[in-house]
């Protein structure tokens, strides 16, 4: 029954992981770069339902649309004018700007609403429920966390294979020059996915900060890398790829931390992807190369 | 029989490199006009700046009274210019009826009219038919290039821009793709057609212009280049 609880919360935290690891792949997939600032979005967001339902009385609902709003808007101003006018430049110069752009972040974090953590309160309503006679209690943040997860991951599967726009963004992560010979905008469709993967870390912020509730200005970085992590896990660019990758690490860093030790859980979580890179350099589900000529 | 295209004085850097200079040549309605010419004479850089996906420098390209020269790829398709590129450039994850719906990706006129149109294209290319819901990577150079051809044709095209179609096949695919080429045209779809394989490209062009290193060489009816002694000694081998 202890396993079975743990086995629950580790899928709940990968869930969060998965829908930040889902705006790293499709990033990846679209832009071919590595947005190290996608996990400050998840603070920011955090950071923006806080204030709207602790300081100014908004019911939770309202706060994480605006969140998710704002985060949009925030996506696509990062993209507009720290990426965009780099896209022909080399990837190193690139990564270095996202690094840039995450301190940058942090730090405008820090100057507006100061180190000192807030707490956050939950923003799910739900009562915990309790099973087998009260020996296994699951928390509300628990289940809205991997339904909501669950809704996302289904909703984006099928906006990406019955849309145009998502038609659009497939035919983009192959090969932007053939995309746009077929009509395709490829600066609005990277400024979507943009838009796209920052309003979903506006819903993991709040999932995560209703589960774990301290808010910082570092809050987004290990959830972040640990995310990042997970998309590689998957295979980075596969949707599909994100979603096993997150629940898989979030699975294996809740076990390690209650059957191994605490300490070396993180430790543990980046040792299984090293073993994993090693034996499948492309992810568990990432695309193989293979072309005839 | 209207002018179509017309390019004048382009000049096309890549990076550093003068590739295309003071480069002037037109296409008339309903005409196969061939660019010939050896590795690096400009012939894709030509190509690139027409279909959008480099910009001149300077110079003017006008496309049925719009002028292209500047504007993005995105948009120039949509005037009914489309580009078969060198390497065919297929997407090679999706199957061959998805890359062919995403050769309809500008159209506004229905599902029921581009469902007609994929019909048309696989009565004309049978074999991608067969093929359909393969992934296009696994399909061979040959029928890749009859893909990105179905591919180009589903934007209802008036003027097809291919880039060395022949590239890589074996004489006897050469062949069909270039029945393929001159049945389109037929159709009434006028053609740019680059190619390295000067002897059939002049076989089914009306009139040709030879690039050497950035610049118009010659240029003239393709029955008179092919018996151009020059000409036959460049680049036919005889």
Same mark, same amino acid.
């Given at each position: 029954?202890?396993?079975?609880?743990?086995?629950?919360?580790?899928?709940?935290?990968?869930?969060?992981?998965?829908?930040?690891?889902?705006?790293?792949?499709?990033?990846?997939?679209?832009?071919?770069?590595? &947005?190290?600032?996608?996990?400050?979005?998840?603070?920011?967001?955090?950071?923006?339902?806080?204030?709207? /339902?602790?300081?100014?009385?908004?019911?939770?609902?309202?706060?994480?649309?605006?969140?998710?709003?704002?985060?949009?808007?925030?996506?696509?101003?990062?993209?507009?004018?720290?990426?965009?006018?780099?896209?022909?430049?080399?990837?190193?110069?690139?990564?270095?700007?996202?690094?840039?752009?995450?301190?940058?972040?942090?730090?405008?974090?820090?100057?507006?609403?100061?180190?000192?953590?807030?707490? *956050?309160?939950?923003?799910?309503?739900?009562?915990? /429920?309790?099973?087998?006679?009260?020996?296994? /209690?699951?928390?509300?943040?628990?289940?809205?966390?991997?339904?909501?997860?669950?809704?996302?991951?289904?909703?984006?599967?099928?906006?990406?294979?019955?849309?145009?726009?998502?038609?659009?963004?497939?035919?983009?992560?192959?090969?932007?020059?053939?995309?746009?010979?077929?009509?395709?905008?490829? &600066?609005?469709?990277?400024?979507?996915? *943009?838009?796209?993967?920052?309003?979903?870390?506006?819903?993991?912020?709040?999932?995560?900060?209703?589960?774990?509730?301290?808010?910082?200005?570092?809050?987004?970085?290990?959830?972040?890398?640990?995310?990042?992590?997970?998309?590689?896990?998957?295979?980075?660019?596969?949707?599909?790829?994100?979603?096993?990758?997150?629940?898989?690490?979030?699975?294996?860093?809740?076990?390690?931390?209650?059957?191994?030790?605490?300490?070396?859980?993180?430790?543990?979580?980046?040792?299984?992807?090293?073993?994993?890179?090693?034996?499948?350099?492309?992810?568990?589900?990432?695309?193989?190369?293979?072309?005839?000529? | 029989?209207?002018?179509?295209?017309?390019?004048?004085?382009?000049?096309?850097?890549?990076?550093?490199?003068?590739?295309?200079?003071?480069?002037?040549?037109?296409?008339?309605?309903?005409?196969?006009?061939?660019?010939?010419?050896?590795?690096?004479?400009?012939?894709?850089?030509?190509?690139?700046?027409?279909?959008?996906?480099?910009?001149?420098?300077?110079?003017?390209? @006008?496309?049925?009274?719009?002028?292209?020269?500047?504007?993005?790829?995105?948009?120039?398709?949509?005037?009914?210019?489309?580009?078969?590129?060198?390497?065919?450039?297929?997407?090679?994850?999706?199957?061959?009826?998805?890359?062919?719906?995403?050769?309809?990706?500008?159209?506004? @006129?229905?599902?029921?009219?581009?469902?007609?149109?994929?019909?048309?294209?696989?009565?004309?290319?049978?074999?991608?038919?067969?093929?359909?819901?393969?992934?296009?990577?696994?399909?061979?150079?040959?029928?890749?290039?009859?893909?990105?051809?179905?591919?180009?044709?589903?934007?209802?095209?008036?003027?097809?821009?291919? @880039?060395?179609?022949?590239?890589?096949?074996?004489?006897?695919?050469?062949?069909?793709?270039?029945?393929?080429?001159?049945?389109?045209?037929?159709?009434?779809?006028?053609?740019?057609?680059?190619?390295?394989?000067?002897?059939?490209?002049?076989?089914?062009? @009306?009139?040709?212009?030879?690039?050497?290193?950035?610049?118009?060489?010659?240029?003239?009816?393709?029955?008179?280049?092919?018996?151009?002694?020059?000409?036959?000694?460049?680049?036919?081998?005889?």
């Amino acid at each position: 029954m202890e396993f079975l609880s743990y086995l629950i919360n580790g899928i709940s935290l990968g869930s969060v992981y998965a829908i930040i690891a889902l705006g790293y792949t499709m990033v990846y997939g679209i832009a071919k770069m590595l &947005n190290f600032a996608h996990g400050d979005v998840i603070m920011v967001g955090s950071y923006i339902v806080f204030i709207a /339902v602790n300081q100014m009385g908004m019911p939770p609902l309202l706060a994480i649309i605006i969140s998710m709003a704002l985060c949009t808007l925030l996506g696509i101003v990062i993209e507009r004018f720290a990426y965009k006018p780099l896209r022909s430049a080399s990837s190193l110069a690139v990564l270095i700007t996202a690094i840039g752009v995450s301190y940058l972040l942090q730090n405008l974090a820090l100057l507006i609403w100061g180190a000192d953590p807030k707490s *956050f309160t939950s923003v799910v309503g739900l009562a915990p /429920v309790q099973l087998a006679g009260g020996r296994l /209690v699951i928390s509300g943040e628990t289940i809205v966390t991997i339904v909501v997860s669950a809704i996302i991951m289904a909703g984006l599967i099928f906006f990406v294979n019955n849309t145009k726009m998502g038609r659009a963004m497939l035919a983009v992560s192959e090969d932007k020059g053939a995309a746009q010979l077929m009509g395709i905008n490829v &600066n609005s469709t990277i400024a979507m996915t *943009f838009a796209i993967g920052s309003a979903l870390a506006a819903v993991a912020g709040v999932l995560l900060c209703s589960a774990y509730p301290t808010l910082q200005p570092t809050t987004g970085a290990m959830p972040g890398i640990k995310a990042f992590t997970a998309a590689v896990f998957g295979g980075i660019g596969s949707i599909p790829g994100a979603f096993v990758g997150g629940i898989l690490l979030g699975v294996i860093e809740i076990m390690s931390k209650a059957y191994i030790s605490t300490q070396l859980a993180d430790a543990i979580v980046f040792a299984v992807l090293i073993i994993v890179l090693l034996v499948r350099p492309t992810g568990l589900l990432g695309k193989k190369i293979s072309e005839k000529v | 029989m209207g002018e179509m295209l017309r390019v004048s004085d382009l000049n096309v850097f890549y990076g550093s490199i003068h590739a295309i200079k003071d480069i002037s040549f037109h296409v008339n309605e309903g005409e196969i006009v061939t660019l010939i010419g050896a590795n690096g004479a400009g012939k894709t850089t030509t190509m690139h700046a027409i279909s959008g996906l480099l910009k001149p420098k300077s110079g003017t390209i @006008d496309f049925l009274g719009n002028r292209i020269s500047q504007m993005e790829a995105h948009k120039i398709i949509r005037l009914g210019l489309a580009q078969v590129p060198e390497g065919r450039r297929v997407f090679s994850h999706l199957t061959v009826q998805e890359n062919l719906s995403m050769g309809a990706f500008t159209r506004k @006129d229905g599902a029921s009219a581009i469902a007609q149109d994929l019909e048309m294209v696989f009565d004309r290319l049978p074999r991608l038919k067969e093929r359909r819901k393969q992934q296009a990577g696994t399909l061979s150079g040959g029928e890749q290039q009859m893909l990105a051809i179905g591919r180009a044709l589903m934007c209802k095209p008036k003027m097809l821009l291919l @880039d060395e179609p022949s590239m890589g096949l074996s004489p006897l695919l050469v062949k069909e793709i270039f029945k393929i080429i001159e049945d389109v045209n037929k159709d009434g779809v006028t053609v740019l057609l680059v190619e390295q394989n000067a002897k059939m490209a002049l076989e089914i062009a @009306d009139r040709a212009y030879v690039l050497e290193t950035g610049t118009v060489k010659m240029e003239g009816p393709a029955d008179e280049l092919a018996n151009n002694i020059e000409v036959r000694k460049a680049y036919l081998g005889c």
